[in-house]
């Protein structure tokens, strides 16, 4: 079992560090956040916070701050979990956090919180179980209405949009599923319909001979989220996450030669239970004294890095 007893102090208060706090509860312990006019957090650098204080932290900062704070968090031998992506300014980098963090023995975990979507979870037990076969194709799309709030934003709407934003979710999705899987990103496409960075994009390519399309997209005036995994046997569909319920997992049987195929549909109906799950899972690394691997963070790394 998972001691409650993690005291954990949450850094950067946007949308994700108070959704980070809500879902620590009792084991947040204070929350920092580098604009010091923030009407939130209590510190406004953590080096302000008694080091005996705290076990943990939540990094829910921009991109372009987090390396420097997770060597100086790290050094305090402090174990953190930080917001997707780990997009660094080399793999170099990478590399050196993680020693960092082996070398002192805590954890450092890159949050992606889909992979505890009940139905992302079913869908690899599928992919698994070899049921449909032989892969043909995976389609995937990912889309918000959230461009205007980026364009409203200073540091959001900068770099590479929502490659980095949401694309990386696919990608760490598409490893989720595949294990030691190889991914290579052929051939893409960017629009900036209404931001300064990409608010829609294409990516196609394979993955181990799998050929893949991912879609992503601000412009999305209903969220939604689809997948299509197409087989030699048949075929897995899922239809929306728990957020934005409900949720749908569909399973179809191939009819040969042709034909209505045999259908199962699996429906959630049920709040959001990713954010807790991967703070459970945070907690566990913890507890188990697990060893860092940022090979996946790597490899979405070097994926995004040729895209943009």
Not at 189 to 216: M, Q, W, Y
Request: proline share 3%.
């Amino acid at each position: 079992m998972v001691s409650s007893n993690l005291n954990v102090v949450v850094v950067g208060l946007g949308v994700q560090g108070l959704k980070r706090a809500k879902v620590a509860k009792d084991d947040l312990v204070a929350t920092v956040d580098l604009d010091k006019n923030s009407t939130y957090a209590n510190y406004s650098n953590i080096d302000e916070i008694d080091d005996k204080d705290y076990e943990a932290v939540l990094l829910c900062t921009p991109d372009s701050v987090k390396y420097d704070l997770l060597k100086q968090i790290l050094n305090k031998k402090k174990h953190v979990l930080v917001e997707k992506p780990l997009f660094l300014n080399k793999t170099e980098h990478l590399k050196e956090l993680q020693n960092i963090a082996n070398k002192n023995n805590v954890v450092l975990y890159t949050a992606y919180n889909h992979r505890f979507e009940p139905h992302f979870v079913n869908m690899k037990a599928i992919l698994d179980s070899n049921e449909l076969g032989k892969i043909y194709r995976i389609r995937m799309f990912y889309g918000n209405g959230t461009s205007a709030l980026v364009k409203q934003s200073a540091w959001r709407d900068k770099g590479a949009g929502v490659i980095l934003d949401i694309g990386s979710h696919l990608l760490d999705t598409l490893i989720f599923w595949f294990k030691d899987s190889d991914i290579n990103i052929d051939h893409y496409e960017s629009f900036c319909f209404e931001n300064l960075t990409p608010d829609h994009a294409l990516l196609r390519g394979k993955i181990n001979n799998i050929f893949i399309e991912l879609e992503v997209s601000l412009m999305s005036w209903k969220n939604d989220f689809t997948c299509d995994v197409i087989g030699y046997k048949g075929s897995a569909h899922i239809s929306s996450l728990c957020k934005w319920g409900p949720s749908k997992l569909i399973k179809r049987k191939r009819v040969m030669p042709a034909g209505k195929p045999d259908e199962n549909i699996f429906t959630l109906t049920q709040s959001d239970p990713t954010w807790l799950e991967e703070y459970k899972y945070f907690k566990n690394l913890i507890r188990s004294n697990t060893k860092n691997d940022l090979s996946t963070d790597i490899k979405i790394f070097n994926i995004l890095k040729s895209c943009i």
